[in-house]
């Protein structure tokens, strides 16, 4: 399995994002999505687990914290970790 992580898009969309996730299995984003078209172009490539950024908000259907399996890994997705 292939875990693409991609953070901090701020709602900018690469062209080169595409052939630079190709083939992966799993994308992670690391919060800072910007603007939930970010994810609807991720979902293109694969299947998405998104985690909110300290620049996110509504209307972003992310959670703070994510964790999944994936390939016999387990993967804990966080943005910022407040000491």
């Known amino acids: ?5 991609i953070s901090d898009t701020h709602g900018f969309w690469d062209d080169q994002i595409p052939a ?3 083939g992966v299995d799993h994308i992670l984003h690391a ?3 910007g603007d939930p ?3 609807v172009g991720l979902e293109r490539i694969a299947p998405v687990t998104a985690v909110m950024g300290n620049c996110d908000g509504l209307p972003l259907d992310a959670r703070e914290t994510e964790v999944i399996d994936l390939g016999g890994y387990r993967f804990l997705v966080h943005h910022i970790v407040d000491p």
């Open 1 to 5: 399995m292939t875990v693409g992580l």
């Open 20 to 22: 630079l996730l190709a």
């Open 31 to 33: 919060g800072d999505i």
């Open 37 to 39: 078209s970010i994810l």
